[in-house]
């Protein structure tokens, strides 16, 4: 399990700089794609017991 949450994590870590990378550079699109892709991601969390308080701030100008 502690795999498994490590993985979880670098992929909300990723998702989110992906996400205000996105906004950055003005791609709408791609910003609510990847704004998608971290709430599916916090919702595993969620459902694994994993937490994720480090994350409080999920905006993508956070």
Same mark, same amino acid.
């Given at each position: 399990?502690?795999?498994? !949450?490590?993985?979880?994590? /670098?992929?909300?870590?990723?998702? =989110?700089? $992906?996400?205000?990378?996105?906004?950055?550079? #003005?791609?709408?699109?791609?910003?609510? !794609?990847?704004?998608?892709? /971290?709430?599916?991601?916090?919702? =595993?969390? $969620?459902?694994?017991?994993?937490?994720?308080? #480090?994350?409080?701030?999920?905006?993508?100008?956070?």
């Amino acid at each position: 399990m502690r795999e498994f !949450a490590l993985t979880l994590h /670098v992929r909300i870590h990723d998702s =989110i700089t $992906a996400l205000r990378r996105a906004h950055a550079i #003005g791609d709408d699109d791609l910003a609510t !794609a990847q704004a998608g892709e /971290v709430e599916d991601l916090v919702e =595993i969390a $969620a459902r694994h017991g994993i937490d994720i308080a #480090g994350y409080a701030a999920l905006s993508p100008t956070g």
